[in-house]
């Protein structure tokens, strides 16, 4: 009994002691988030921008759906409800306007006299460059001079000049891919797949001077895998940008996952160490980009580094997506088909017709590219930026300096207050022919963005989009297999998380 008597004394003793203390810290960590959560709700500078309560008050409610893999059909069905612009977290802004498109990525009038201050890039999305390739590369440059520099010698190599030079290289791989589905006719195949062979391998050849070997060997090189692997890393990093919360989640990304973003690395330095140490057979965008390599002015090695491994990614990924979505748009909507196999089969009467210089003149292909972007586009997500130092207007809002903000393509691509049945694949919209469509608002659809740090490749991803399509379905028919209907209902992370795209390719009889 005394010693039943003895511990509730020495009890007593510490709850004297501590037990105010552990009733402070208690009190805190209920007061501290709340204090924080009627802040951002009531007295924050972005407090007037509405969105819902809770991704108002806090980064959870975006988190959560990131982790999901589902943020951007959230974002669409905010957009649908709350309009044009909505709060999607304490510090960040998502816009669906053509108007937030200029003065986001071209500049906006500003507190500091109404000047135009381009909006420096997030490199929150590439925060991993450094730790990994000693640099950041052009894409994620937030210094406007320093961006300029890595832009300017980067730019040669995708001038129409230097595109024409590269086009029998585009043309062979897209010719071995056609030899490959020659090969399959008539069984299913995974167009997710060769499309993904093809675009790697292009890109391969135009930065290092040899391709992957990805069309030859019918399978994925080891470093494409990694290079998905590095993409779901820069998820990571994402989300550990989201406060308290957010920094914990990094710690749980998988070492295996770490370990392959490593691997990635030591694949480019060693494709790039094997370009640099070898006169290349035909010029190739090294070409460009070596002369300046450790020059005053030019490109450090691992400013080198860092942009042949962007391009390796930006170059291939997206360029296969859309491939892939356009497939599945024609193929699904019947009407489309029609009208692009007859432009494209009355226009040639050989593969070998279909060149860079003729398969300019076709517009229905061209239309059914633009609309495929819109309804499924590459960058799902948008491009964000942060608000300059002393703040800017944006659609005519005003925005406090260091606000994340975006133009969230999904949401303004599908959303009634630019396009006319927005959920459905109408490629007419884009020739004029139909009057039902001429209100739409073309200004917001900007798929490779624009201003000072709009996509440096964007016409060799046409001229490889054009390319493709006009040789596959002049010499095949395509018919989508049963349990794809549903293919573009994908989840998305730093971009889409495809699912294998089964398709039958019949090969055209001609006399």
Same mark, same amino acid.
């Given at each position: 009994?005394a010693s039943?008597?003895?511990?509730l004394?020495?009890?007593?003793?510490?709850?004297n002691s501590?037990?105010s203390?552990?009733?402070v810290?208690a009190?805190?960590a209920?007061?501290?988030?709340?204090?924080?959560f009627?802040y951002n709700?009531y007295?924050?500078?972005l407090?007037a *921008?509405?969105g819902?309560l809770?991704?108002?008050?806090?980064n959870l409610?975006k988190?959560s759906?990131q982790?999901?893999?589902?943020?951007t059909?959230?974002?669409?069905e905010?957009?649908?409800?709350?309009?044009?612009?909505?709060?999607?977290?304490?510090?960040e802004?998502s816009?669906a306007?053509?108007?937030a498109?200029?003065d986001?990525?071209t500049?906006s009038?500003t507190?500091k006299?109404g000047?135009k201050?381009p909006?420096?890039s997030?490199?929150?999305y590439g925060?991993?460059?450094?730790e990994y390739?000693?640099?950041?590369s052009?894409m994620?440059q937030s210094?406007?001079?320093?961006?300029?520099r890595?832009? &300017?010698?980067?730019s040669?190599?995708?001038s129409?000049?230097?595109?024409?030079?590269q086009?029998?290289t585009?043309t062979?791989h897209v010719a071995?891919m056609?030899q490959?589905?020659?090969?399959?006719?008539?069984?299913p195949?995974?167009?997710?797949?060769?499309f993904n062979?093809?675009?790697?391998?292009?890109?391969?050849?135009l930065?290092f001077?040899?391709?992957?070997g990805c069309?030859?060997?019918?399978?994925?090189?080891?470093w494409?895998?990694?290079?998905?692997?590095?993409?779901?890393?820069m998820y990571g990093?994402?989300?550990?940008?989201?406060g308290?919360f957010?920094?914990?989640l990094k710690t749980?990304?998988?070492?295996?996952?770490?370990a392959q973003v490593?691997?990635?690395?030591?694949f480019a &330095?060693?494709?790039?160490?094997h370009r640099?140490?070898?006169?290349?057979s035909r010029?190739?965008?090294?070409?460009?980009i070596v002369p300046h390599?450790?020059?005053p002015?030019?490109?450090t090695p691992?400013?080198?580094?860092?942009?042949?491994?962007?391009?390796?990614?930006?170059?291939?990924e997206?360029s296969a997506?859309?491939?892939?979505n356009t497939?599945f748009f024609v193929?699904t909507n019947p009407?489309?088909?029609? &009208?692009?196999?007859?432009?494209i089969?009355?226009?040639f009467t050989?593969?070998?017709?279909?060149n860079?210089?003729?398969i300019?003149?076709?517009?229905?292909t061209l239309? #059914?590219?633009h609309?495929?972007?819109r309804?499924?586009?590459?960058?799902?997500?948008?491009i964000?930026?942060f608000?300059p130092?002393?703040?800017? #207007?944006i659609?005519g809002?005003?925005?406090?300096?260091?606000?994340?903000v975006?133009?969230?393509?999904w949401?303004a691509? &599908?959303?009634?207050?630019?396009?006319?049945?927005?959920?459905?694949f109408?490629p007419?919209r884009?020739l004029g022919e139909d009057?039902? *469509?001429a209100?739409d608002n073309?200004?917001v659809f900007?798929?490779?963005?624009?201003?000072?740090?709009a996509?440096i490749?964007?016409?060799?991803a *046409?001229m490889e989009?054009?390319l493709?399509v006009a040789?596959?379905?002049w010499s095949?028919?395509m018919?989508?297999?049963?349990g794809?209907?549903k293919w573009?209902d994908q989840?998305?992370w730093?971009?889409y998380e495809?699912?294998?795209?089964?398709a039958?390719?019949t090969? #055209?009889?001609r006399?």
């Amino acid at each position: 009994m005394a010693s039943l008597e003895a511990s509730l004394d020495q009890m007593s003793a510490f709850w004297n002691s501590y037990g105010s203390v552990w009733a402070v810290v208690a009190l805190a960590a209920i007061l501290i988030p709340a204090g924080w959560f009627v802040y951002n709700i009531y007295f924050h500078p972005l407090a007037a *921008y509405p969105g819902p309560l809770f991704y108002r008050g806090t980064n959870l409610g975006k988190i959560s759906q990131q982790m999901r893999g589902n943020i951007t059909n959230k974002i669409w069905e905010l957009h649908q409800i709350y309009g044009p612009v909505v709060r999607i977290a304490p510090w960040e802004l998502s816009y669906a306007s053509a108007q937030a498109w200029k003065d986001i990525y071209t500049g906006s009038p500003t507190q500091k006299g109404g000047g135009k201050e381009p909006m420096p890039s997030n490199i929150i999305y590439g925060a991993d460059e450094v730790e990994y390739f000693g640099a950041y590369s052009v894409m994620f440059q937030s210094e406007a001079s320093e961006h300029n520099r890595h832009r &300017r010698i980067l730019s040669p190599a995708f001038s129409d000049k230097s595109l024409r030079e590269q086009e029998p290289t585009i043309t062979k791989h897209v010719a071995m891919m056609m030899q490959r589905f020659r090969e399959n006719a008539g069984t299913p195949i995974d167009l997710v797949a060769w499309f993904n062979y093809m675009a790697f391998d292009i890109i391969g050849d135009l930065v290092f001077g040899e391709p992957f070997g990805c069309l030859e060997e019918s399978k994925m090189h080891p470093w494409i895998h990694f290079i998905f692997a590095n993409l779901r890393m820069m998820y990571g990093q994402i989300i550990s940008t989201m406060g308290t919360f957010g920094a914990a989640l990094k710690t749980l990304i998988p070492a295996h996952l770490k370990a392959q973003v490593h691997q990635h690395a030591a694949f480019a &330095r060693t494709r790039l160490s094997h370009r640099l140490s070898r006169d290349p057979s035909r010029p190739d965008f090294m070409t460009h980009i070596v002369p300046h390599v450790g020059r005053p002015g030019g490109l450090t090695p691992q400013e080198a580094l860092a942009n042949a491994q962007i391009l390796i990614m930006a170059g291939s990924e997206t360029s296969a997506t859309l491939l892939a979505n356009t497939s599945f748009f024609v193929m699904t909507n019947p009407s489309a088909y029609a &009208r692009l196999k007859s432009e494209i089969r009355t226009a040639f009467t050989s593969e070998d017709e279909i060149n860079f210089s003729n398969i300019s003149k076709l517009r229905y292909t061209l239309a #059914v590219l633009h609309e495929s972007m819109r309804m499924h586009p590459p960058v799902p997500a948008g491009i964000h930026r942060f608000a300059p130092q002393g703040g800017a #207007v944006i659609d005519g809002g005003w925005v406090a300096g260091g606000t994340d903000v975006v133009v969230h393509q999904w949401a303004a691509y &599908r959303s009634e207050c630019n396009f006319k049945d927005a959920d459905r694949f109408i490629p007419e919209r884009w020739l004029g022919e139909d009057a039902r *469509y001429a209100g739409d608002n073309r200004d917001v659809f900007n798929p490779f963005s624009i201003g000072p740090r709009a996509c440096i490749g964007r016409g060799l991803a *046409y001229m490889e989009m054009r390319l493709a399509v006009a040789r596959l379905v002049w010499s095949f028919d395509m018919e989508l297999m049963p349990g794809c209907e549903k293919w573009t209902d994908q989840k998305t992370w730093v971009l889409y998380e495809k699912l294998p795209l089964m398709a039958k390719l019949t090969q #055209v009889v001609r006399e």
